[in-house]
T-cell receptor, first 112, second 114 residues
């Protein structure tokens, strides 16, 4: 069964901390995506990766960076967390078929 | 620019009734895909149904059907025989041509009452 997992369901951090959100997929897929979800705004794409060591900016990359050292793992990094990064973060990995897109369970991050 | 519009922030429906959630999209691409996801309060995104732009038949998955009107650029989700467990946020999304990036609407919160 297809699976996308995220390292934490809930996370509380302080302003200025470095935060790592990890996503792992077991489907051997090339593509992985990080989205951010805020009420009234839907999901917005932060960064994505089409291959190991490769990354592309999405629509709202400011304040974030990513790392993809291995095919199955895609990390989202907040170099210096700020309160406006309090949000729900969702990782996704599309399947091989046109009709498949798998999401992780999400991480609710609160920055105090 | 590509865009998904969901104009209903919230909807109410009585159990066992059918409900339609609206979604319109804007794209100049000929090839695209349309998705509907359900997000319960737990936060996970649950895939419901998919429609390809070249599919001539409307997609159906159990109680879910997608009313695809290409000329009007609409992809409404129809849930038949609503259940209390259908209460959730529902998102319409479009996959960009030749990529796997999804563009989401702002969502519709559906509440099913007894």
């Amino acid at each position: 069964d297809v699976k996308v997992t995220q390292s934490s369901r809930y996370l509380v951090k302080r302003t200025g901390e470095k935060v790592f959100l990890e996503c792992v997929q077991d489907m051997d897929h090339e593509n992985m995506f990080w989205y951010r979800q805020d009420p009234g705004l839907g999901l917005r794409l932060i960064y994505f990766s089409y291959d190991v060591k490769m990354k592309e900016k999405g629509d709202i990359p400011e304040g974030y960076s990513v790392s993809r050292e291995k095919k199955e793992r895609f990390s989202l990094i907040l170099e210096s967390a700020s309160t406006n990064q309090t949000s729900m973060y969702l990782c996704a990995s599309p399947g091989r078929g046109a009709d498949t897109q798998y999401f992780g369970p999400g991480t609710r991050l609160t920055v105090l | 620019a590509q865009k998904i519009t969901q104009t209903q922030p919230g909807m109410f429906v009585q159990e066992k009734e059918a409900v339609t959630l609206d979604c319109t999209y804007d794209t100049s691409d000929q090839s695209y895909g349309l998705f509907w996801y359900k997000q319960p309060s737990s936060g996970e995104m649950i895939f419901l149904i998919y429609q390809g732009s070249y599919d001539e038949q409307n997609a159906t998955e159990g109680r879910y059907s997608l009313n695809f009107q290409k000329a009007r650029k609409s992809a409404n989700l129809v849930i038949s025989a609503s259940q209390l467990g259908d209460s959730a946020m529902y998102f319409c999304a479009m996959r960009e041509a030749n990529t796997d990036k999804l563009i989401f609407g702002t969502g519709t919160r559906l509440q099913v009452f007894p």
